[in-house]
């Protein structure tokens, strides 16, 4: 059996308690990429830890929900995780570009407002825009249906690269009422208004949960980070986890507990639902 790791602060230490105590009223948030699944050169190539559907199917049913906070389409989530029909999942929701769309196991549904008009318009200026900035090779566009991402890992000086598009494309979001959200060497050009902070206060709030776990590995789950202080400022506890790596730090900061990448956080899950099961 994995063992239950120790937070390192008192707050999550509170959390964790709390989670154990009662955890039918917790919420469980979690990112896709770089959380539940590697982080790889090819973002289509992605897919979940093999160990995570199960310990989720495990630990799912002991809380109140277990929700998948990602940048990525919530049908592109649930094809990547392996999520579809599987037992013991009744209890997830996979939110989707940031939460704008939800999927929830229990009806194999997803629901999403229509799409943000400038997503198409940046789409047909970006080939360009990227050819001017004298950034093409190497670097490559992901379409997103509800955003369009901008990755530089493939290229030359993947970093040199990542910084010199920062500008342009903002620039470029701006003019067409988007914003870019920064990841480990990508840029994504979405619609403004929501981000894994405020997916995850609503979900809390619709659940009325009285505890939350939040486990993230990029700068796009700073929000979610915060929602969660927030939260344990008006009294509700908290676990903030960091799927560690050496690409980005800031989280590795602002978190009670750090694991080991997917594998580490897959191994928590596990830990987790051997308590509560």
Same mark, same amino acid.
Do not use: N
């Given at each position: 059996?994995?063992?239950?790791?120790?937070?390192?602060?008192?707050?999550?230490?509170?959390?964790?308690?709390?989670?154990?105590?009662?955890?039918?009223?917790?919420?469980?948030?979690?990112?896709?990429?770089?959380?539940?699944?590697?982080?790889?050169?090819?973002?289509?190539?992605?897919?979940?830890?093999?160990?995570?559907?199960?310990?989720?199917?495990?630990?799912?049913?002991?809380?109140?929900?277990?929700?998948?906070?990602?940048?990525?389409?919530?049908?592109?989530?649930?094809?990547?995780?392996?999520?579809?029909?599987?037992?013991?999942?009744?209890?997830?929701? +996979?939110?989707?570009?940031?939460?704008?769309?939800?999927?929830?196991?229990?009806?194999?549904?997803?629901?999403?407002?229509?799409?943000?008009?400038?997503?198409?318009?940046?789409?047909?200026?970006?080939?360009?825009?990227?050819?001017?900035?004298?950034?093409?090779?190497?670097?490559?566009?992901?379409?997103?249906?509800?955003?369009?991402?901008?990755?530089?890992?493939?290229?030359?000086?993947?970093?040199?690269?990542?910084?010199?598009?920062?500008?342009?494309?903002?620039?470029?979001?701006?003019?067409?009422?988007?914003?870019?959200?920064?990841?480990?060497? +990508?840029?994504?050009?979405?619609?403004?208004?929501?981000?894994?902070?405020?997916?995850?206060?609503?979900?809390?709030?619709?659940?009325?949960?009285?505890?939350?776990?939040?486990?993230?590995?990029?700068?796009?789950?700073?929000?979610?980070?915060?929602?969660?202080?927030?939260?344990?400022?008006?009294?509700?506890?908290?676990?903030?986890?960091?799927?560690?790596?050496?690409? +980005?730090?800031?989280?590795?900061?602002?978190?009670?507990?750090?694991?080991?990448?997917?594998?580490?956080?897959?191994?928590?899950?596990?830990?987790?639902?051997?308590?509560?099961?």
């Amino acid at each position: 059996m994995d063992p239950l790791p120790t937070p390192q602060t008192q707050q999550g230490r509170h959390g964790l308690a709390a989670l154990l105590a009662q955890p039918r009223t917790a919420v469980i948030g979690l990112d896709f990429d770089g959380t539940l699944a590697p982080i790889v050169a090819d973002p289509e190539q992605a897919r979940a830890h093999p160990d995570a559907v199960p310990a989720l199917a495990a630990l799912a049913p002991e809380v109140a929900s277990v929700a998948v906070i990602t940048g990525r389409p919530a049908d592109v989530a649930v094809r990547y995780s392996g999520f579809g029909d599987v037992p013991g999942l009744e209890h997830l929701t +996979v939110l989707g570009h940031y939460g704008a769309e939800r999927w929830d196991a229990a009806t194999g549904e997803i629901t999403a407002p229509a799409p943000h008009p400038g997503v198409a318009a940046v789409r047909a200026e970006l080939p360009a825009l990227l050819e001017r900035a004298g950034a093409g090779q190497g670097t490559w566009i992901e379409e997103k249906g509800r955003a369009v991402a901008v990755h530089t890992r493939r290229a030359t000086d993947p970093q040199a690269t990542f910084e010199s598009l920062r500008a342009p494309l903002a620039d470029l979001a701006a003019r067409h009422g988007l914003i870019v959200e920064p990841g480990r060497l +990508v840029l994504e050009l979405r619609p403004p208004g929501m981000d894994k902070g405020v997916a995850l206060t609503e979900h809390v709030r619709t659940t009325g949960a009285r505890c939350v776990v939040y486990a993230g590995d990029d700068l796009g789950d700073l929000p979610a980070f915060a929602a969660v202080d927030e939260l344990r400022t008006d009294g509700t506890p908290g676990l903030l986890i960091c799927s560690g790596s050496t690409e +980005v730090t800031e989280l590795a900061e602002r978190a009670d507990l750090v694991v080991d990448g997917p594998e580490g956080v897959v191994a928590l899950l596990r830990a987790l639902a051997a308590q509560l099961g």
